[in-house]
């Protein structure tokens, strides 16, 4: 997997891969960053070593060892505070523009996603991953098609960063649901000649290709998602 690179109003997302097909991101705006979740420590110490960068805060979706393994590490050799997922929700400024901390259970019972609406750029750890959600672990079916459609009310320019790199079983999932969906395929087209752009989709993009967001119950999405765990 590559560093993917976004430029947004002033402000750059760096798309860091760590372990096997995870991703950790920093927001940075001139020499300050953010980072969201930290599976792995060492490509995020360099990542900021390379850019010239200064880590303010870290931020965290959820509690699995993927999303957090680094964090300790990180927090000693910065000092630089993290804020839990358990936290309660709600906006606050970060980098001079507003991040906002939504409650997004279902793959977990204690998940949060992080919205930045004047940046257009939503990070969704394992609740919305590139054309597919994260599997029902210790949350519930109704709680994760509810989260995935407070997402879905976000303005669809917006740009989505999950937590790995799913996309290629993640769309073979997608056609054996929709064998003729066009979009999915052009999207599969497109990783193999730009990942990036295929992985980091729009909202609009995300609706077009993601079977678990074109459900009308809870019990279709309950069973859509039963057929994913077995694929």
């Known amino acids: 997997m590559e560093t993917g690179r976004f430029q947004v109003n002033g402000f750059e997302v760096l798309a860091v891969p760590v372990l096997y097909d995870n991703f950790v991101y920093l927001v940075c705006r001139e020499d300050e960053a953010v980072l969201i979740d930290a599976g792995e420590a060492q490509p995020v110490f360099q990542a900021l070593e390379e850019n010239g960068l200064r880590l303010q805060k870290l931020l965290i979706t959820h509690t699995h060892h993927d999303h957090i393994g680094g964090c300790r590490a990180i927090q000693d050799r910065l000092g630089v505070q993290s804020t839990s997922p ?5 906006t606050f400024p970060m980098l001079g523009t507003v991040c906002e901390s939504i409650s997004t259970p279902g793959h977990t019972g204690i998940h949060k996603v992080y ?3 004047e940046l257009g750029i939503l990070f969704a750890g394992d609740t919305l991953i590139n054309g597919a959600c994260g599997r029902i672990l210790d949350g519930t079916a109704e709680q ?8 879905c009310e976000m303005p669809d320019e917006t740009r989505i960063f999950g937590g790995h790199d799913y996309l290629v079983k993640n769309m073979e999932f997608a056609l054996s649901v929709e064998p003729d969906n066009k979009d999915v395929k052009a999207r599969l087209d497109l990783y193999r000649t730009d990942p990036a752009s295929a992985i980091f989709a729009t909202l609009a993009e995300e609706k077009k290709t993601n079977p678990f967001l074109r459900v009308d119950t809870c019990g279709e999405f309950a069973d859509l998602r039963e057929r994913k765990d077995c694929f």
């Open 144 to 151: 994760l098609l509810s989260s995935l459609r407070k997402i």
């Open 86 to 90: 358990g936290i309660e929700s709600g």
């Open 115 to 117: 919205h930045f609406p």
